[in-house]
């Protein structure tokens, strides 16, 4: 069925470092992808919303310099977090939408930055 | 935008007992909720949905209401088992091209046997 695989589930770096998170649609294609993230015991907060070959749209406060979106094509999604730092660790976790609007979560990303 | 409020912020309930978790949007366009539960570390998992042409939806132990003219949605859970303890999550979405979710802070049911 359809799913959305998210990888890394966990990931360490130094502080200054980028670190890439991918998102692969499987057996739909994902005409949008929405990213998310979660500080421990809050909700998930919309960071951005990307449509396959255009422009990320972004949310208010986020960074788009800092957060980089590629959604280059219908199964594939990423966000590169560049520079990180400390307050940057959190859970990140995608969501793709298929043509009918269905929506499948990713397994998340727990990024640590030391 | 749209703002979705949800209460409680925590549950504790006995087994057995039902729950009930409450959330208000500010959007009349919204168009569809669904409820999520998530467990620690794990993605969040649609345990059902309702869209704004119905006023009820049930699935076995799992029950949604909605009221589009109060703006409010509630998920009830009765003969609540330990295993249902998690945070849940509502949403609503609102069309602006594509569905977009906007998620309440969550509730943590604790289930005690």
């Known amino acids: 069925g359809a799913v959305v695989s998210q990888h890394p589930s966990r990931v360490i770096c130094k502080s200054g470092t980028s670190v890439k998170i991918e998102c692969r649609s499987l057996?739909?294609?994902?005409?949008?992808m929405f990213w998310y993230r979660q500080f421990p015991k809050q909700s998930l907060m919309l960071m951005a919303t990307s449509n396959e070959g255009s422009k990320a749209t972004y949310e208010q406060g986020v960074e788009k310099d800092k957060f980089l979106i590629n959604h280059a094509s219908l199964t594939l999604s990423t966000l590169t977090v560049t520079s990180a730092h400390p307050e940057d660790s959190s859970f990140y976790i995608c969501?793709?939408?298929?043509?009918?609007?269905?929506?499948?979560f990713g397994e998340g990303s727990r990024l640590t930055v030391l | 935008g749209e703002n979705v409020e949800q209460h409680p912020s925590t549950l504790s309930v006995q087994e057995g007992d039902s729950a009930v978790i409450k959330c208000t949007y500010s959007?009349?366009?919204?168009?569809?909720f669904p409820w999520y539960k998530q467990e620690l570390g794990k993605r969040p998992q649609l345990i059902i949905d309702i869209r704004s042409n119905v006023g009820e939806k049930k699935d076995q132990r799992i029950a949604v209401t909605l009221n589009k003219t109060a703006k409010h949605f509630s998920l009830h859970i009765t003969e609540t088992q330990p295993e249902d303890s998690a945070v849940y999550f509502c949403?609503?979405?609102?069309?602006?091209?594509?569905?977009?979710?906007?998620f309440g802070k969550g509730t943590m049911l604790l289930v005690s046997p």
């Open positions: 057996d739909f294609q994902a005409t949008t």
């Open positions: 949403a609503a979405s609102t069309p602006r091209g594509y569905s977009t979710l906007t």
């Open positions: 959007d009349s366009a919204s168009n569809y």
């Open positions: 969501m793709g939408q298929d043509g009918t609007g269905e929506l499948f």
